[in-house]
């Protein structure tokens, strides 16, 4: 996973964070808030809540560095857009609308908080 983190970084200026079965990508944008790229886990752990574990961790980590705010979003001409939409629900963040250049992204948001 680092050789491919590393493609990430130089290729798209993203972050990622990850361990053995999932992965997140992000961005910290000029306000300091993080935008959500992509979230994976493998297929024996969907389901276990292990995925929200492992978003627990990360967001807790993101409110020690400051962020106060992220956003997500879900294509719907992918596969599997509706179990990405169904965990950052689950997870507290709220839909905010259609983007407006792109009908087919939808756009989610979550205040993180104070630690």
Request: aromatic content about 16%; glycine content about 8%.
């Amino acid at each position: 996973m680092n050789l491919y983190s590393e493609y990430i970084k130089e290729r798209q200026g993203l972050e990622i964070v990850h361990n053995d079965h999932c992965f997140l990508t992000y961005k910290k944008d000029n306000d300091g808030d993080i935008v959500i790229y992509d979230i994976y886990s493998d297929k024996e752990v969907r389901g276990t809540k292990y995925m929200l574990e492992f978003c627990n961790n990360f967001y807790k980590n993101m409110r020690k560095e400051g962020v106060k705010n992220a956003y997500g979003m879900t294509d719907t001409r992918t596969n599997g857009w509706k179990n990405s939409e169904r965990l950052l629900l689950k997870y507290g963040f709220k839909f905010i609308g259609l983007d407006p250049h792109d009908k087919f992204v939808r756009n989610y948001f979550y205040e993180i908080g104070e630690m």
